[in-house]
């Protein structure tokens, strides 16, 4: 299952790089164990006040993910179709094949009932997302395609 980079930093999902790294940061200083440590014994000198312990790992992770766009936009898909999976609400199943493919955009595209547009690049592909939400409405379709295997391509 995906950890909740953004539940573990604590951060809202459209935070900047820069509200991530700020939490980030904060964080460390917070969960690290020499800090763990101190605490602790602070907390046997005096009343016990529970702090909820992050891992040290989940955190840096988290901050690795989010940090870099390309990562973070894989992410955000990945969660979201995560979430949505769960929920059953995948819609319908389009084969890539059947979409039309934009040269200029180099996104693919297929009309949805609402008269709204279901759009995935190249790159998202590329990224293994698979899941693609409306540009109007609220419908999603899963998209049905093969990764180009790299050795194929440096073949022919």
């Known amino acids: 299952m995906l950890k909740d980079y953004y539940a573990i930093l604590n951060v809202a999902q459209d935070a900047t790089v820069a509200e991530i790294k ?48 390309t990562q973070r ?13 769960a929920n059953g609400q995948v819609n319908d199943d389009i084969d890539l094949d059947d979409m039309e493919y934009d040269e200029d955009s180099s996104t693919y595209s297929s009309p949805c009932r ?16 698979d899941t693609v939400v409306c540009s109007t409405c609220s419908l999603i379709v899963r998209i049905h395609y093969e990764l180009a295997d790299d050795e ?3 073949e022919n």
Not at 30 to 54: E, G, R
Not at 73 to 85: G, Q, W
């Open 22 to 69: 700020q939490q980030y940061q904060k964080l460390l200083l917070i969960h690290h164990p020499d800090k763990q440590q101190q605490q602790q014994q602070q907390q046997s000198q005096t009343l016990p006040v529970s702090v909820t312990s992050i891992p040290l790992q989940d955190i840096k992770e988290a901050w690795e993910c989010l940090r870099q766009p």
């Open 73 to 85: 936009s894989f992410y955000d898909s990945s969660l979201k179709a995560m979430k949505l999976r």
């Open 114 to 129: 609402c008269s709204g547009e279901y759009i995935i690049s190249e790159g998202e592909l590329e990224l293994g997302v």
């Open 152 to 154: 194929d391509n440096e």
